[in-house]
């Protein structure tokens, strides 16, 4: 494991993680992790308030479940490596 990775502990703030930030980087990398997390929070509130689309979230979700687009490259394992035809 990462010397760095060992240091990380529940509670760690941006701070303790990227140590080498200057005041105004730290301030600006808490604040987008905020509104990250606040977007993230109301997505998570819609879907579970939201019965179809909490079932939509749980379909696409659900282990097994392969991408329908094709050579999406965000799975490396997914990716059709034979050549294409033009």
């Given amino acids: ?24 980087q730290a301030r ?8 990250y997390l606040a ?11 939201d019965a179809a689309a909490h079932a939509d979230f749980k379909a696409l979700t659900a282990r097994g479940v392969r991408s329908t687009i094709p050579d999406e490259g965000s799975n490396p394992t997914e990716q059709d490596s034979s050549p294409k035809q033009v």
């Fill in 39 to 49: 977007l993230a929070l109301r997505i998570h509130e819609r879907i579970q308030l």
């Fill in 1 to 24: 494991m990462d010397k760095k990775m060992e240091k990380i502990v529940p509670g760690s703030t941006i701070r303790d993680l990227y140590p080498s930030l200057d005041e105004i």
């Fill in 28 to 35: 600006e990398a808490e604040e987008t992790l905020d509104r």
